[in-house]
């Protein structure tokens, strides 16, 4: 009787699936529809399509569920009414506040509770050492994917540059960090500044030094205050549950604003581009971090419904603090434990870029291709060699991805003007970008929590 109801019950499941992906499959097509000018039948496609994931999300509850149910829809009222959808920022801005709101306390709390409360000090060397490297080897990885994918398809040839482009400088344009300044900027100055700045490096190192300090003093003084700070934790959290109740609205929201403020006809003339770069993050995907998640033994189906959920608001929102507070709580709750959820992943937002290394790279070759210039192998490695510098510790700098561009182009002699033509694509490419970041990130707490014991394999 038992095995008829769980049966019943899979095959329930198996047909809500079924419907999901047709779901899908028919925004999808709408979409590829309205493209080639049969508006009436794609938007009757979509809104098909946007019926059958709604009674998938119905079928199964969930905020993964309701936030891709919101993006669709966000698709369909960016497409069907863009003047509405290009004003649909309120949602999608208050929930990134909000989230700024809590990211410094939740460090803070989580960090300093880690390190002095569990004596975790002589660990915390240790496990910087393994994530730099972890990410330097990745990253690297992901430049190189960028490059090989860039020369296979040759998206960046036979485009024509607007003569408006030429010789325009970009706005913006600033100049690298030098590897002094990058070291200086790792410090803050001024906790409150960091804070008010929403510098999340720099919060993470001075709740690593405040915890380090802390854990030295007698348990008798320390303990009432890792006390109020657990609770701090604790409360943050919850809070964190709270705002995700707005994710679904949010990420809607964001996508429509985006579908709506810039319409399909941009995607057009470089869809190539924006195809090639999602096939790479795919080979990204395949190539690196399942090798890496199976030889550090990090059960990869649990890993992925960790992520799953952080990685959609991110995607949605194009803002990888937005996924953050979530992520660490993933995280937390996959195993690794929370000082090295709290030191790895905040560390990660400027060293670990993986979406964007394979980003640079494959923007940097399409410069030199839409410019018609043939780039040997070792201009090739020219690039990787200056985009492994450049590339780290640029977060909080607006357009970090643009003044990394400009400084590769400067460095290996490649003009500026198709920059601004990928600008055109760089929100669509953007989403990708950060989801593989928060994927990235999320990763490399898993790995680190494994190599060092605290993680379960199954």
Known sequence: MATTASTRSLRKDRIALVVALAGVSCVVAGIALSLVHL????????????ACFALFAIRKPSLMTWTFLA????VELGLDAPHVAAQA???????????????????FATITTGIAGHN???????????????????????????????????????????????G???????????????????????IAQAVAQNQILQVAIFSILFGSALAMIPDPKRAPLIAV????????FQLTRIIMYLAPLAAGAAIAYTVGSTGLATLLPLAKLVGTYYIALTAFALLVMVPVLAMFRVPLGRFISAVS???????????????????????????????????????????????????????????????????????????????MAASKGIAGVPRASLVVLLATASAVHLPTAPILLILGVDTLMDMGRTMMNVVGNCMAAAVIGRTEGTLPTS
Do not use: C
């Not at 490059?147 to 296979?152: E, K, P, R, S, T």
């Not at 700070?229 to 943050?236: F, G, K, T, W, Y």
């Not at 603090?321 to 996959?334: G, K, Q």
């Not at 394979?358 to 410019?371: E, G, R």
């Open 39 to 50: 508006v009436g039948a794609g938007e009757i496609l979509r809104w098909i399509g946007v």
């Open 71 to 74: 993006m669709l829809a966000g």
């Open 89 to 107: 920022r309120l949602p999608g801005d208050l929930f990134l506040r909000l989230i700024r709101m809590i990211v410094a306390p939740l460090l």
């Open 120 to 166: 975790e000090l002589r660990s915390v060397g240790r496990v910087a050492i393994k994530a730099l490297v972890l990410f330097e080897v990745v990253t690297t990885l992901g430049l190189i994917i960028g490059i090989i994918a860039m020369n296979i398809s040759g998206a960046g040839w036979g485009i024509v540059i607007p003569s408006a482009l030429e």
């Open 168 to 190: 325009a400088t970009p706005v913006s344009a600033q100049t690298p960090q030098t590897w002094q300044q990058i070291v200086l900027n790792l410090f803050p100055e001024n």
């Open 229 to 236: 700070l657990q609770s701090l934790a604790d409360v943050m």
């Open 309 to 387: 959920e952080p990685a959609a608001i991110g995607f949605a929102t194009t803002a990888s603090e937005a996924a953050l507070p979530l992520a660490m709580e993933r995280m937390e709750e996959f195993g690794v434990p929370r000082w090295i959820v709290s030191f790895v992943i905040p560390t990660g937002y400027s060293f670990n870029m993986t979406g964007g290394s394979v980003y640079l790279s494959m923007a940097a070759v399409f410069v030199a291709q839409a410019a018609g210039i043939h780039l040997t192998f070792g201009r090739q490695i020219a690039v990787v060699l200056v985009l």
